[in-house]
């Protein structure tokens, strides 16, 4: 197996333990204290914010009283420090960082930020989606493709000045 096959293997890999528990991609990359500390700022986040619970009601269809059991003070500090942690993983999994990487990452924390505040009163054809679809279904996707396409055109942008 080629070296390169192998780091493209390591980052995937990397990304998707980041994706399912923020930490887990740093200690994956030996960031130990790193990793660690994700890992405690996130049940913190989690626990203060609600967030199972939350997750549970919702999955249940339940939205009116996942919105009553959502702290929305500690629930707004997950989306930064849960894109925080994939984007950092991946980077140090990478090596050289490329140039604006970190775009769909911000864009992505801020519009599920943004959907995450919006959810206690945003209706679709009269329904709330609630503190857990409506970051997910409409925030990230907004975000993602607001980062991918502000970096093309940074990066774009920078290639015409070199």
């Not at 996942?66 to 702290?71: D, F, G, V, Y």
Request: charged share 15%.
């Amino acid at each position: 197996m080629s070296s390169k096959r192998g780091k493209n293997r390591d980052k995937l890999e990397v990304l998707l333990w980041s994706i399912a528990l923020p930490g887990f991609g740093q200690l994956l990359n030996r960031k130990y204290f790193k990793g660690l500390l994700l890992i405690a700022l996130e049940f913190i986040v989690n626990v203060l914010g609600n967030f199972n619970d939350v997750i549970i009601l919702s999955f249940n269809g339940n939205i009116q009283e996942a919105i009553n059991q959502t702290h929305y003070g500690w629930l707004m500090f997950y989306p930064c420090l849960y894109f925080f942690s994939i984007w950092d993983a991946y980077k140090d999994a990478e090596g050289e960082s490329n140039p604006y990487a970190f775009i769909p990452f911000v864009f992505s924390a801020y519009f599920v930020t943004v959907g995450l505040i919006f959810s206690q009163t945003f209706t679709i054809f009269g329904q709330r989606l609630g503190p857990m679809w409506l970051p997910m279904l409409g925030g990230l996707p907004v975000g993602l493709i607001a980062g991918v396409i502000i970096r093309r055109l940074l990066q774009k942008r920078m290639e015409r000045n070199e």
